[in-house]
Structure formats: structure tokens, C-alpha cells
């Protein structure tokens, strides 16, 4: 048996993060010594280790937790796992896109930049219009007194 310390040391993490897994109930909650410490198996550090894993990953708590109940039934089709992995994988390439996205707008940002003062720069002024950051360099036209 492993107490609590050793176990986050283990798998790399917080005790917070152990307890709050048992709080949420993706761990199962933890015999007591006499002394009340919290004590682990194995197999805890195992299945803290899986959910390690899946939130390196990005899986969601709820997909986590539907996963390590997948496991529990090693016998049954893997389906509604490729199905997670699946769904997790589409937010992923979504995120990529948005990601690719924000870069490009990030590169024309500095691109367009003059090197000149604060007020004519195009970096201060895409953030300050939103509206415009998105749209060709049509940059905006002051107003005559």
C-alpha cells in the first residue's frame, strides 16, 4: 500500500489533483490507516496514470470517466471507445484550425508593421478594432475636424 505521496509523486501530480479525482469519483476513494492516512494500490496509481494520460491528451473528465468505465469490461467491443477518441480527436483538428487562424492574423499583424511610433501601429490598432482585424488592410480613415 502507497500513501498519498507517494502515489502523486508517482504519476507526476498534486495531492490536490488525487483528492479532487476522488472527490469526483474517477478515483475511488482511498482506504485509512489507523492513523488516517489515505492508502493506494497499485492499481490506483495504474488508473491515476490512465487519467494522467487522457488529460495530457485533452479528454474531458466526462470522457475520462465514461473511458476507465469502458474498462472495467475488458471483453466488450471497442467501439464507444473509438467513438471518445473519435469526438476528442475532431476538437482537436478544430483546434488546430483556430489555432492556425489566430497565426495567420498574428503574422500579418507584424507584417504590416511600419517600425514606426505607437500611434500608427498596426498591431495596437488591429487590437483596438476588432471589427477590422479580421477584414484586408483597409485600415480605417480618420475622421476631418
Do not use: W
Amino acid at each position: 500500500m502507497y500513501t498519498i505521496g507517494h502515489v502523486a509523486r508517482a504519476a507526476s501530480c498534486k495531492v490536490q489533483t488525487i483528492r479532487y479525482y476522488e472527490q469526483i469519483g474517477l478515483l475511488p476513494v482511498a482506504p485509512r490507516s489507523e492513523g488516517n492516512r489515505r492508502l493506494y494500490a497499485q492499481a490506483d496509481i495504474d488508473r491515476l496514470m490512465f487519467i494522467r494520460h487522457a488529460r495530457e491528451l485533452g479528454f474531458a473528465l466526462d470522457a475520462i470517466r465514461d473511458l476507465l468505465s469502458l474498462s472495467d469490461d475488458p471483453n466488450q467491443p471497442c467501439v464507444a471507445a473509438d467513438a471518445i477518441a473519435r469526438r476528442q480527436l475532431d476538437e482537436v483538428e478544430r483546434r488546430i484550425a483556430r489555432l492556425g487562424s489566430l497565426k495567420t492574423e498574428l503574422m500579418r499583424m507584424i507584417d504590416q508593421c511600419r517600425g514606426g511610433r505607437i500611434s500608427d501601429c498596426r498591431v495596437i490598432e488591429v487590437l483596438s478594432n476588432h471589427a477590422h482585424c479580421m477584414a484586408d488592410d483597409h485600415r480605417p480613415t480618420e475622421a476631418k475636424p
